[in-house]
């Protein structure tokens, strides 16, 4: 039987998963959990790349006292963040985290060169200003481009520490706005233009493909050698990379209820999706709503809408909008540890209360304030509002966003879904599922719990020879979750 270990880092936390194959199933087993997050270094938000490849290391060795020897590992994470290496391969900068406020001030400098519309018709690429050639702008103006040699998104930077060798990846690469939407390529019209330098963008890789053997003294360090594999790095592409194929499948759904202001569990009901019928929400600290094209949508109703085209472990397309997400109730469970001890406390709030207010959730004041908490309230210009009420408009606000969403893909897309399949951890959250259904009027299917870690696991499955496509790979899914 063959082991693959998935290595899965998000903002908040990081697991190793190890995942095989028995059964037509999809068997997993968390080995190693760690916490993760940015810190402030010299008034700049950073990430600590050398803890973070320390604590991947740690869950390899993990893995080998439990008795496990995996075929292969790799590593996901969210996109946009890099590390610039010199040309003797030295880390020359911390890593600089996408809430830092650097991008925005980049952001009119780098669409006075090319404008946003002309970006957007190359790239698809929704203009958020965390992401990568906003960045690289600041870069760029504070020299710190004139020394690089290696540009490498977290995830390839962790994979060249454990293998000495250096692979990019595609879909990763689409989260930099730098990749041509209809070559699948760099634009090397836009790289020019801005004066990033060519060498920093190397070509780029499927995710399945090998990237080395473990370093011999990192596997002296675990206790084992195996190979390392390109997923899609990217954790949102990962995640729907496992969303289960719908073809005829019976499921859980949360259907809508006109008679009810929410639509409550016991609603619950069995229902038949077929393919093609559905959207999927990666519900995590970010919400990622989309559905998967052939082609790219560049138009300029898209990028009008807010909406971006990233790419696909299975080389199609994610047309897709950010939206804030469980950050929002991370933040404000966190600023309040005696009220909100755990997330159960969050939801039987919000349950308790009948205020609805109107919320905009893709508002930027919600990125990185002082407390989100005190951020609602003046959003909603109600400086007195009880938490629960506050919670609760969190939720109607985010639920009403994916509404809003669903009506946008179907207006771009000129289909219409019946579905909304929510997967990733915010797939658990029971209210937030009920309130989806309620103002989107759809039925709304969930899970897997661990979208990304399968779709991780699939990368590589594929990689070794025990499934032969993505597509074969979602019905291990479908069968599994």
Sequence with gaps: MNYYLAVDIGASSGRHVL????????????????????????????????RLFQKVVNGLRRCNTLGFVPTSIAV??????????????????????????????????VHAVVPPEQLYAATGIAQNDFNTIYQLWDDKQSGRLNKAAHMLMLPEYLHWRLTGE?????TMA?????????????????????????????????????????????????????????????????????????????????????????AR??????????????????SGTWSLMGTELDQALCSEEARA??????????????????????????SIKREHPRQLRRFEHVIALAQESSFVGELDVRDAAFNTPASMTDAVRQKLGMPELPLG????????????????????????????YDTIHIIGGGSQDGH?????????????????????????????MIAGGDVTSFDKGRGFVRNSA
Excluded at 21 to 50: C, M, S, T
Excluded at 305 to 330: D, P, V, Y
């Design 265 to 282: 569990e016991k609603e619950l009901r069995e229902f038949e999706t077929h393919t093609g019928d559905a959207l999927y929400i990666s």
């Design 174 to 262: 689409t989260t930099t706005g730098l990749v041509n939407a209809a070559t699948g390529d760099w634009d090397w019209g836009i790289i020019d233009a801005l004066g990033y330098p060519k060498q920093l963008f190397a070509p780029l890789h499927k995710p399945g493909t090998p990237v080395g053997e473990l370093k011999p003294e990192i596997a002296k360090e675990v206790g084992f050698s195996c190979g390392v594999v390109l997923p899609a790095t990217h954790d949102t592409a990962s995640a729907v990379a496992a969303c289960p194929a719908p073809a005829a499948s019976s499921s859980r759904a949360y259907i809508s209820s006109s008679d009810a202001p929410v």
């Design 19 to 50: 995942g095989w194959l028995e059964d037509g199933k999809l068997q997993l087993r968390e080995i190693y959990r760690f916490d993760n997050g940015f810190e402030e270094r010299d008034g700049k938000l950073v990430w600590d790349a050398e």
């Design 389 to 416: 009420d506050v919670i609760s408009a969190v939720y109607h606000g985010l639920a009403r966003c994916y509404a809003e969403t669903a009506r946008g893909i179907e207006a771009l897309t000129g289909r219409t």
């Design 166 to 170: 250096m692979r990019r990846e595609y």
């Design 432 to 460: 937030l599922n009920a309130l989806t259904a309620q103002y989107s009027g759809k039925q709304v299917a969930t899970g897997p719990v661990e979208a990304t870690a399968m779709g991780n696991l699939l990368a590589q």
């Design 76 to 109: 996901d994470t969210w996109g946009v963040d890099y590390v610039l290496l010199d040309s003797k391969g030295k880390e020359l900068w911390p890593a600089h985290a996408y809430r830092d406020a650097r991008g925005a001030n980049a952001q009119a400098a």
């Design 305 to 330: 809408l807010g909406f971006t085209n990233e790419g696909s472990a299975n080389g199609k397309i994610r047309l897709l909008r950010n939206i804030m997400g469980l950050w929002m109730l991370q």
